[in-house]
């Protein structure tokens, strides 16, 4: 397979310079073919401190700049970004063996789009109006930035999620430091290299590679930093919360998903089968939004479940380098034992396996599109986040049922309907508990609009300027207006005056 490259790579990026740390070497892998793709040096916990006191010492200064000041250097790392594109595609494709039309026309340009975005955004802060609310006083609000953000980011869309949750931090006057994935640091440690080249001071984004065991741990339960997020898995997830709570920090959490796609007896079957199956596979299935759960209207369920067989059946598996690639590896041999035992467990559990259910014959993490029909509610593939290329399907007898099944589920990150009925579509958009839900497609995003779910799914948002509010505080400053010692209001604390 070509395009995988071999090389040392700085293993943190600290107070504006790449540091060689102190734990153990580490290797990325190449998982379409188990090839090292780069090794680089693990941080320790002393180097959290390291990089969490250098983003503290930044912190005045950044926070301190104007909106455009901050701007222009965001503008800059756009740029920066864009011109880079084919390198930054060419690290993400090699370290998670995503297909590269993915990174092309989705992970590189939608990372560069939101970069922008909070360029933008950082001029435009909001708050209610100053005005004279008490007739004493003048009421105004402050938007101020938070302080230092501890974030952590999982493998899937390394420099994506690295963008959605540096970029409005940075926007608001935050200082960041990341840990990204240790299975895929590159394209975040190449973001902060942009970001010194475009101009941000030192210290102001600082990045720590390291297990999450000890470099995670460290930095999530961090006393000095201010507010913590975190995208990755719901386990993890309360882990992080925990850790935080301990100085009672903010957090932030983007967490699983078991999206249910729900198709009604009117929906244009063809667009349905197509959205499932780009709504399952997008991303060999490790996508938090991805459709897992199919619901499907008892008179149209055969159809769709042979349609969508049928386009798996189609799919190109193979080297995500190649353009005509469709599927590339799962990120880890240890991930795909995981999906493969779910898979060969669902049998058992009611499940009928319709397509795949088996890795190819290729030297990497494959394993080939897969449906499960008829899926019992109480099954584990049902129920769990399999994260792979794995669409369970259901059938439903009327539309309270359909909705009953979308919502039976703990996770709440991501939904769509699909119906040419207004009513319908309505009644899925108010009714299902989830932070997106789609109408008629599947897994698109956009900057200006937020992402981010309820219950297991975690809270908060990225994206959007909903994000902003993540770290940003609300200050009200109240001045009197009236100049007297005597004010109306002491009469309630002194008697006789
Ligand atoms: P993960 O939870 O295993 O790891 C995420 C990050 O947490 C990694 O950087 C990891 O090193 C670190 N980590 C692990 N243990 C830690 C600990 N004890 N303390 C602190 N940090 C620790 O997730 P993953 O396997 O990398 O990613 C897949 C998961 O991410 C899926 O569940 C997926 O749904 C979720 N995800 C969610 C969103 C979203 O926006 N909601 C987006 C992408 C991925």
């Known amino acids: 397979m070509t395009g995988s490259v071999s090389t040392s790579v700085a293993s943190s990026w600290i107070d504006g310079t790449a540091v060689a740390t102190g734990g153990g070497l580490h290797q990325v892998i190449n998982p379409a073919t188990g090839d090292p793709v780069a090794e680089y040096a693990l941080a320790s916990p002393a180097d959290v401190d390291a990089a969490v006191a250098s983003a503290r010492a930044a912190l ?261 380098h190649d353009s005509d690639t469709d599927l590339g590896p799962l990120i880890s041999m240890a991930h795909r034992a995981k999906v493969a035992g779910m898979v060969e467990r669902a049998p058992a559990q009611g499940g009928r396996i319709v397509a795949g259910g088996t890795a190819p014959d290729l030297p990497g993490s494959f394993y080939l599109p897969t449906v499960i029909a008829d899926v019992d509610e109480q099954s584990e593939v049902y129920r769990d986040e399999i994260f792979g290329p794995v669409l369970t399907v259901r059938s439903f007898t009327d539309d309270d049922d359909a909705l009953r099944q979308a919502n039976d589920t703990a996770y709440g990150l991501a939904a769509s309907a699909w119906t040419r009925d207004v009513y319908r579509a309505q009644r899925a958009s108010r009714e299902i508990n989830a932070g997106c839900v789609w109408l008629n497609d599947h897994i698109p995003i956009i900057s200006e609009m937020p992402h981010g779910g309820v219950g297991a799914s975690g809270f908060g948002k990225d994206m959007s300027d909903y994000s902003l509010e993540e770290y940003l505080t609300i200050k009200h400053v109240m001045s009197d207006i009236t100049g007297v010692a005597d004010k109306q209001w002491h009469r309630t604390v002194f008697a006789k005056r």
């Open 60 to 320: 005045p200064g950044w926070s301190g700049a104007t909106p455009a000041e901050r701007s222009a250097v965001l503008f800059a790392l756009a740029r920066l970004a864009d011109r880079q594109a084919d390198a930054l595609v060419a690290e993400e494709v090699s370290q998670t063996g995503k297909p590269v039309r993915l990174a092309d026309e989705f992970d590189v340009p939608g990372s560069v789009d939101n970069i922008e975005f909070f360029a933008g955004a950082a001029r435009h802060l909001e708050g209610k109006a100053t005005a004279e609310y008490s007739g004493d006083h003048t009421s105004s609000i402050r938007r101020e930035a938070v302080g230092v953000v501890a974030t952590i980011t999982p493998w899937n869309y390394p420099l994506q999620m690295a963008v959605w949750k540096v970029l409005p931090a940075l926007a608001a006057g935050c200082t960041v430091v990341i840990k990204p994935c240790e299975l895929t640091p590159l394209t975040t440690l190449t973001l902060a290299r942009l970001a010194d080249e475009a101009g941000l001071p030192a210290g102001v984004f600082n990045v720590v590679t390291g297990l999450g065991g000890d470099v995670g741990t460290a930095l999530a339960g961090h006393r000095d930093v201010d507010v913590v997020t975190f995208t990755g898995s719901t386990p993890v997830g309360r882990k992080v919360m925990a850790a935080a709570a301990v100085h009672g920090h903010r957090t932030q959490l983007e967490l699983g998903g078991k999206a249910p796609f729900v198709v009604f007896d009117d929906a244009d079957l063809d667009a349905a089968i197509q959205g499932a199956a780009a709504g399952a596979l997008i991303n060999s299935g490790q996508d938090c939004t991805a459709a897992t759960r199919a619901i499907v209207a008892r008179d149209i369920y055969d159809d769709f479940v042979a349609g969508v067989a049928e386009v798996f059946g189609k799919v190109v598996v193979g080297d995500p």
